[in-house]
């Protein structure tokens, strides 16, 4: 009996889920489907140029394994680009990972159990947070820069508008604040 898949750490959740070349109509249409996490193993190998090792890491899957992915999805990209056939991303085995700090609910944020956070050495010790921000994490306040980690690209952070919603006019990278 074969060992169980591990989970794969998906990091950026694709907006745009289906290409297809101009002029063919879709009843006429053949697809190759990409999974969500062949998807993540081509964003970081080849748009981010991560080396294969550190990127494999953050899929929290061994360098074989995130080489054989890598290949195999890059086997259905040429075979979609030769053959004109559309690309799909769905589906897989894995799960949505959120950076450090984004949305993960009371204390979720860079909490180390102080205040109100329930991270490592947990407990509800209101009043201890030690500086931190009254999630037990750390804020950057209104102020602030969104920065393109691609390209370096940098713009003034605009109030009630996360970073990570924008993306950088020069390349498409998801922006982080700086």
Not at 133 to 157: L, T, V
Request: charged share 25%; proline share 5%; aromatic share 6%.
């Amino acid at each position: 009996m074969p060992r169980p898949r591990l989970c794969r750490r998906v990091w950026f959740q694709p907006n745009i889920t289906y290409f297809k070349p101009a002029g063919i109509r879709m009843i006429n249409l053949e697809e190759s489907v990409l999974t969500v996490d062949e998807f993540e193993a081509v964003r970081l190998k080849d748009f981010l140029g991560l080396e294969q090792e550190q990127a494999a890491k953050k899929m929290n899957i061994s360098q074989p394994t995130f080489h054989r992915l890598v290949l195999s999805v890059r086997k259905k990209i040429a075979d979609a680009i030769v053959n004109g056939k559309a690309i799909r991303i769905r589906g897989g085995n894995f799960k949505m990972v959120q950076q450090r700090g984004m949305g993960r609910g009371i204390g979720g944020g860079r909490g180390f159990g102080a205040g109100r956070g329930m991270g490592q050495g947990a407990g509800m010790g209101i009043g201890q947070s030690r500086g931190r921000g009254r999630m037990g994490g750390f804020a950057a306040g209104p102020s602030g820069i969104c920065k393109c980690p691609n390209c370096g690209y940098e713009e003034e952070k605009q109030r009630g508008v996360p970073c990570v919603d924008k993306k950088c006019p020069k390349c498409g990278t998801m922006l982080t604040r700086e």
